[in-house]
C-alpha cells in the first residue's frame, strides 16, 4: 500500500513539473524528447503517464494551451494576428484561422472585434495536497500557521455572473456535476470584462428558502449590459459590507486543508451581533477566495447594521 501511495505521488509530481515546463517553453516549439531531457524520464514514460494523469496527448494539452494564449493575445492586445501565429508555432495566418474556427466556432479577426465567451484551453493541475500528503511528507511548514483573522471590506454594487447550483453546497460537490475544464475555459475568456474586486474564478454560496447551494463564475460592473455565456446567469448585487474571515498566504501543498478548516470553523460560527452587525445573506453572496500563495484564504460573508437596540 505505501509503495503504491509513493507511485501516485512520483506519478503526479512528475506531470506536474511537465506541465510547468511546457507552460514555460510553449513559444519555443518544446518536444517531447526536450521535456524528458529537462525532467529525467525517458520520452515514453513521459508520454505515457501524461496521456494518463491529464487525459490527453501531450501534442494535444500543447495545441490547445497554444490555441488559449493566441486567442488572449488576439483579444487584449494589437499584434498582428500573423505575428500572433507565427509565436506560437503557426506556419501561417491561415493555419491559425483554421485552428481558431475549429476550437471556437469564429476567425481570430472576428473574436477580435467581437470577443464572445469561449472555453480556452486551461494550464492543468494535477498535484494536489493529497497526494503529497500520501507519501508521508510532514504537513507541517516552516512557515508557523496562525489563527484566522477579520477585517470588514466593502464591496460596491455589481453583478455576478456564473453557474448557481442550488443542489451543490461546496466546492467538490460542485465540480462532480460540472465540466470543470470548460466552465473555467470560459471564464478565463471573460477576464477581460471582469470586476476589480470579485475578480475571476471568485467561487462561493447562496441561500434560496434556507438551503445553501454553491456557485462558481466571476463579477462583472453593474452596468455590464453584454453577453452571458450559455449555461450562465446574471445577477445583481447591492452594495454590502462583509466580514472576512481570513488566513496569510501559505504553504498550498502542506497547509490547505489546516488553514482551510481552521478559517472555515471560524467564518460558520461567528456571531456578528457582539460587533453591532446582522448577516445581510438574503441579498447578498457569500464569497470565497483561494490563491494559498498570493493572498492566502478568505471567506466574505455580507452584513448590515444590526437593527437590535
Known amino acids: 500500500m505505501r509503495k503504491e501511495r509513493n507511485r501516485l505521488y512520483e506519478w503526479n509530481a512528475a506531470i506536474q513539473k511537465m506541465i510547468e515546463w511546457l507552460e514555460e517553453n510553449l513559444t519555443d516549439n518544446p518536444s517531447l524528447l526536450d521535456m524528458s531531457k529537462q525532467i529525467g524520464y525517458s520520452p515514453y514514460y513521459c508520454s505515457a503517464q501524461f496521456k494518463n494523469i491529464v487525459g490527453m496527448t501531450v501534442k494535444s494539452y500543447i495545441a490547445g494551451r497554444r490555441l488559449a494564449r493566441a486567442a488572449i493575445d488576439i483579444r487584449d ?84 455572473i456564473g453557474i448557481f447550483d442550488i443542489n451543490a453546497g461546496d ?76 488566513h496569510p498566504p501559505f504553504d498550498y501543498l502542506k497547509d490547505n486543508g489546516e488553514v482551510m478548516e481552521k478559517v472555515e470553523n471560524l467564518a460558520w460560527n461567528y456571531e456578528p451581533e457582539k460587533n453591532g452587525y446582522e448577516w445581510n445573506e438574503e441579498l447578498c453572496n457569500d464569497y470565497q477566495r483561494h490563491y494559498p500563495e498570493v493572498i492566502g484564504y478568505e471567506i466574505l460573508r455580507p452584513v448590515k447594521r444590526s437593527s437590535k437596540k
Open 171 to 246: 466546492y467538490g460537490k460542485f465540480w462532480e456535476k460540472h465540466d470543470c475544464d470548460k466552465v473555467c475555459g470560459i471564464i478565463d475568456s471573460m477576464s477581460h470584462v471582469s470586476h476589480t474586486i470579485v475578480t475571476p474564478h471568485t467561487a462561493g454560496w447562496f441561500w434560496e428558502n434556507g438551503k445553501k447551494g454553491y456557485f462558481y463564475g466571476f463579477g462583472v460592473p453593474s452596468d455590464y449590459d453584454g453577453i452571458i455565456p450559455e449555461e450562465f446567469e446574471c445577477r445583481e448585487l447591492p452594495a454590502s459590507d462583509y466580514i472576512v474571515f481570513f
Open 77 to 160: 492586445g494589437d499584434d498582428r494576428i500573423l505575428d500572433i501565429a507565427i509565436k506560437y508555432g503557426y506556419s501561417s495566418q491561415e493555419a491559425l484561422t483554421r485552428a481558431f474556427v475549429n476550437a471556437y466556432g469564429c476567425t481570430p479577426a472576428a473574436y477580435r472585434k467581437n470577443p464572445i465567451p469561449i472555453a480556452l484551453s486551461n494550464k492543468q493541475v494535477v498535484f494536489f495536497p493529497e497526494h503529497y500528503i500520501s507519501k508521508g511528507e510532514p504537513t507541517m511548514s516552516k512557515t508557523i500557521l496562525t489563527e484566522p483573522h477579520t477585517r470588514i471590506e466593502h464591496i460596491p454594487a455589481h453583478k455576478y
